[in-house]
């Protein structure tokens, strides 16, 4: 089977959440913990039920497995509980030799994915200033396999890059240049993403690092400028919890990553500037995106679409109901999962729900109907063994 694939260009846009977020807003209890294990596979099992989700990340950091080796126990749970895209995190340099490793396996040897990687590993290094080792080793690694390198300088405005925000992104984007030049002296031609993101500013009131201020689109310019593909942030909040506010920055900061042309646009789903993940936050970002490709899609003007035999059909009596043109294109209209359209009487008769509340009960429906296909027995025992040895 062709793997799937993400087709960089122009202005086509990529959904999906991002990794390594150290807590979760448990949709059950509603209440904040420590990330687990299984909340990395039932995320996963979420995404991939999720029709607007295109790629997966880890999302959480699993608190109940070794930390030194927790990215093999991510990278495990995507391959087996995920068909889609994976974009994986490594702490040191040896997770990432584990995981493509792994990935080989599923792919059915070293050359199929090099052929046709349906993975990228995704490096943050200090800034563009600063690119610490095992950045770099992941970077030059990755361009020998053919294995996409998103190489992305995570600075933080004012701390360690400038606090304006052209002075925060050149530092940044120098750093990005530096990575791109190494990967094609390693390997040319080697697949390398760019960042399609600001530097995160300090907010100097709070000391919180920033996942959703408005200050994005002039990295997205730069990434079109030089025609490389982008890795942007949109769908995170630093609400602390799904409500209102996570709502309105999800949903604006997905609009203007999409109106940017960001291709590759991650972080749905986070709260607390990146240190809280929800479910319930991933699926209403899910219906957000819904709602701007609908917005986005292009209107098809001719004959059919016009109507014009059935305007002429009913122009007297003005009533397009029943006639078999509204039969034939009524779906082709936007409909919301969560969103609400119903009466008030039927809101209320259905428990007066929230939008929240609709997402919650959307992701249960998820997590107990979608069952993911398996991997064959044998690809996962190869792939346990791989994790097994990395923990010792």
């Given amino acids: 089977m062709t793997p799937p694939a993400l087709r960089l260009e122009g202005y086509r846009c990529y959904y999906g959440p991002g990794s390594d977020c150290l807590n979760i807003i448990d949709h059950r209890s509603r209440k904040r913990r420590k990330a687990l294990l299984k909340d990395v596979q039932e995320g996963l099992v979420l995404c991939e039920g999720l029709d607007h989700v295109d790629f997966v990340m880890s999302m959480l950091l699993p608190s109940d497995v070794d930390m030194t080796v927790a990215d093999r126990y991510q990278m495990e749970a995507m391959l087996t509980q995920a068909r889609k895209p994976i974009i994986f995190v490594t702490y040191e340099f040896e997770g990432c030799p584990d995981c493509i490793e792994m990935a080989e396996v599923v792919a059915g040897g070293a050359e199929a994915l090099r052929d046709k990687p349906n993975i990228a590993c995704y490096i943050n290094v200090v800034s563009g200033l600063r690119h610490n080792k095992e950045g770099l080793q992941k970077l030059l690694y990755l361009a020998s396999k053919n294995i996409p390198a998103l190489y992305i300088p995570s600075s933080t405005a004012g701390v360690t890059s400038p606090v304006t925000p052209a002075g ?55 990434a079109h400028f030089y025609g490389l593909p982008m890795f942007s942030l949109a769908g995170a909040s630093e609400s602390k919890i799904p409500d209102s506010q996570a709502a309105a920055e999800a949903a604006l900061s997905l609009m203007s990553a999409t109106l940017a042309g960001g291709q590759i646009i991650h972080d749905l789903g986070y709260l607390e500037s990146g240190l809280t993940f929800s479910f319930a936050q991933l699926a209403l970002c899910d219906e957000i995106v819904s709602w701007i490709k609908g917005f986005d899609r292009a209107i098809e003007v001719d004959t059919e679409s016009l109507g014009l035999d059935t305007v002429t059909e009913v122009a007297v009596e003005g009533q397009f109901l029943n006639t078999k043109h509204t039969l034939r294109h009524f779906r082709e209209r936007w409909y919301p999962q969560l969103f609400e359209r119903k009466t008030f009487e039927a809101w209320r008769d259905e428990g007066s729900k929230d939008l929240i509340a609709r997402a919650t009960e959307r992701v249960e429906s998820i997590l107990a109907e979608h069952k993911p296909e398996p991997l064959p027995k044998r690809i996962q025992g190869k792939i346990r063994d791989i994790v097994l040895r990395a923990a010792g």
């Fill in 168 to 222: 925060a992104l050149a530092v940044d984007n120098a750093g990005a240049l530096v990575g791109l030049v190494l990967s094609q002296l390693k390997q040319e031609g080697a697949p390398m993403i760019i960042s399609g993101m600001p530097p995160g500013h300090l907010d100097m009131r709070t000391m919180v690092s920033t996942y959703a201020e408005p200050e994005r689109g002039m990295t997205q310019a730069l």
